[in-house]
């Protein structure tokens, strides 16, 4: 009786034993990381109070997206400023409506950053190509704040709809630039697999070159590295071993490496 009890509780222990080894050997599929929300591209209706907007004036801004080909170029979300209810829009409706122009609409509070740091349609091309550049090279949305009509110099439309530019801000890697030896001219940031993005600014109240050492951005080759202005199409090849673009005051070059 005592050795079939012993043997029961060997037998037990074995079973355990087997299970746990089962176990040990079975590796948990961890589940995929949840990809990063792309870039918001928008337009924001330009308003004193963003909840007081109308029906009217987002039907407008829809309108005025799909008409100037902002809406093709990525820029898909009619963008308000509120902390409260849009009292004078019926979500419902208007959802509908955008959705029939290819849009969709956003409402952030005012202190959100990306209200803040919206675009002025206004400006002009230099300073826009400026900060939608710093946009890509932070890996940050873009929103362009305007009146509901849409209206935009056909300079300013071009920049806006880059769409060179606006492929390096929808970039997979989502990773922000940095820097070059603390300067804020001066930033590069990596993009796809292998690519490389430099930003060079003037900030400057003169005309003057704006440069990057090639050692810099840990490349060799020195004179052999080729860069292209996504704004311009200028290919350029550095000299002594620098990448340098000769920068009216505000303006911008966003140079892709290769």
């Known amino acids: 009786m005592r ?3 012993k043997a029961g509780r060997v037998q037990r222990w074995g079973a355990t034993l087997l299970a746990t080894s089962a176990l040990a050997g079975c590796s948990v599929a961890e589940p995929p990381p949840v990809p990063a929300e792309p870039p918001l591209q928008g337009w924001l209706i330009a308003a004193d109070d963003g909840c007081a907007v109308t029906s009217d004036q987002l039907r407008t801004t829809a309108d005025g997206l799909q008409r100037s080909g902002l809406s093709d170029a990525g820029y898909a979300t009619v963008v308000v400023a509120c902390a409260g209810d849009l009292s004078f829009v019926d979500r419902s409706a208007e959802t509908d409506y955008l959705r029939g122009r290819g849009v969709s609409l956003r409402v952030l509070a005012p202190s959100e950053a990306r209200v803040r ?6 400006l002009p091309a230099d300073i826009q190509r400026t900060a939608l550049t710093r946009a890509v090279m932070a890996a940050e949305s873009v929103v362009v704040s305007g009146d509901a009509r849409v209206d935009l110099s056909p300079e300013n439309a071009a ?6 530019v606006l492929h390096m801000l929808r970039d997979d890697r989502r990773a922000p630039g940095a820097p070059v030896r603390e300067d804020p001219d001066v930033s590069v940031r990596a993009v796809g697999a292998t690519g490389l993005l430099v930003s060079l600014t003037n900030s400057g109240a003169d005309r003057r070159a704006v440069s ?4 810099d951005l840990n490349l060799s080759g020195d004179d052999s590295v080729a860069a292209t202005d996504l704004w311009t199409g200028q290919r350029l090849r550095a000299v002594d071993g620098r990448l340098s673009v000769d920068l009216a005051p505000g303006a911008n ?3 892709a490496i290769g």
Not at 117 to 122: G, H, M, Q, V
Not at 212 to 215: F, K, M, S
Request: no cysteine; net charge negative; proline share 0%.
């Open 253 to 255: 070059a966003l140079l």
């Open 3 to 5: 050795a079939a009890a």
């Open 212 to 215: 990057v050492d090639i050692a």
């Open 117 to 122: 740091s919206a675009i002025d349609a206004r």
């Open 159 to 164: 920049v806006l709809t880059n769409g060179e």
